[in-house]
């Protein structure tokens, strides 16, 4: 996969880097002048197309010198009067707009490479750590003659599995991750030429380039925000116990995973009530138990021919709890094994770890909490957790 697809290529070296923000600039200039191809309108496109391109395989320092380059191209040989390199006082927002507009798409398409390295890094390392970890809990399970020690050992293994299951994950929704990422950054692409648009005119429209502007500000943040949540499930530490809200946790899990839903066929419904109580516990662990029951929901429908629903509840529930509930109308439960799911390594998936459930029960457990599971009447599962909010659960 890495091998066939370019934009999965190694990063070039900082020699090669620049060479490609060289060629891919001059790339744009043949490309906008070949007269075949009647594109002389569209140089802001093309130079913008060389500056993710540099970005992306070099850096920031050659998306950099790709910007440079295409400023300089664009002020000598699209901006009135052509061929001159002599001031031109009545084109300059145009050159600075386009100037902020490719730096800022530059730096997108970095970040993002850098966010679809990380994913590739924790995917690649997966395989061995898993095994190891299996490794470790078979002989915790054998030495019954040291049981307290190896419960112990156990809980701390189980702590760093729920951080390597987390990293399973997200390796796994790569491409849904990186199919979120792009939608601002062409967003705010389409927003920039829209913006150089209203300031060409004889009479430039201030109005509609600052809304222009604006929706790029917007889309840059919105890409800024889906990359730090993702970091966010990659960091490893001690749980950090605070009061949250589990409906926030659930909307921001639901943005994450809404692409990957869809790219199923997949629609999501929600019910939120917005005077549910506060429950303490970590929000990376607590996120974690949300992202891996709503991607089992999904794994259980993609095959499924009839409607595909994934619908969230969360409700007070008796003895001061919050009640969440995850149902689906996938396949449903193994038949005659569906108390072995919440075990260590069971797993129906071809290419599961059998640690995800596990995983879960563990941080609902840790948090004074218990996770369990229903068959539904019309098809598919249901998985209910509830979490005390009066009670500070244990760390």
């Known amino acids: 996969m890495r091998a066939s697809n370019p934009l999965l290529w190694p990063k070039a070296p900082a020699i090669l ?18 007269p075949a191809l009647h594109l002389r309108d569209a140089p802001v496109s093309l130079c913008l197309c060389a500056v993710i391109l540099s970005a992306w395989f070099g850096g920031v320092g050659p998306g950099s010198l790709a910007t440079a380059l295409s400023a300089l191209a664009f002020y000598y040989y699209f901006l009135p009067p052509i061929y001159s390199l002599a001031a031109k006082p009545g084109e300059i927002p145009r050159l600075a707009v386009f100037m902020v507009s490719a730096l800022f798409v530059g730096s997108l398409s970095a970040a993002q490479r850098s966010a679809t390295e990380l994913l590739r890094r924790a995917r690649d390392d997966l395989k061995l750590t898993v095994q190891e970890l299996r490794s470790t809990n078979e002989a915790l399970q054998a030495e019954s003659r040291e049981r307290k020690r190896s419960e112990e050992e156990l809980r701390q293994a189980q702590a760093d599995l729920a951080r390597v299951n987390r990293v399973t994950t997200m390796g796994e929704l790569t491409a849904s991750l990186a199919h979120e990422v792009n939608q601002p950054i062409a967003a705010a692409v389409t927003s920039a030429n829209s913006c150089l648009h209203w300031l060409a005119g004889d009479i430039p429209n201030l109005d509609k380039a600052r809304a222009a502007a604006m929706r790029i500000v917007n889309d840059g943040t919105r890409a800024a925000e889906i990359i730090s949540r993702v970091r966010l499930l990659f960091q490893k530490g001690t749980p950090q116990w605070e009061w949250v809200r589990m409906n926030e946790i659930i909307s921001e899990m639901v943005g994450l995973l ?25 929000r990376v662990q607590l996120q974690q138990v949300m992202m891996n029951l709503m991607t089992n929901s999904i794994d259980a429908m993609k095959e499924v021919d009839r409607a595909r629903e994934l619908f969230i509840k969360s409700q007070r529930a008796d003895n001061d709890q919050v009640l969440v509930s995850v149902s689906d109308t996938g396949v449903g439960l193994p ?37 369990w599971t229903v068959e539904n009447s019309t098809g598919g599962a249901s998985f209910h957790f509830a979490l005390p909010t009066k009670i500070a659960a244990k760390e």
């Open 258 to 282: 809404r692409g990957e839903a869809t790219r199923y066929s997949i629609s999501v419904r929600t019910d939120l009530p917005v005077d549910l109580p506060q429950v303490m516990g970590d």
């Open 17 to 34: 880097g620049y060479g490609i923000a060289v060629l891919s600039v001059a790339a744009a200039l043949i490309i906008s002048w070949w």
């Open 335 to 371: 038949p005659g094994q569906a108390d072995q799911i919440f075990n260590a390594f069971f797993t129906t998936k071809p290419h599961g770890t059998g640690m995800g459930l596990r995983v879960c029960r563990s941080i609902v457990e840790s948090h004074g909490g218990r996770l």
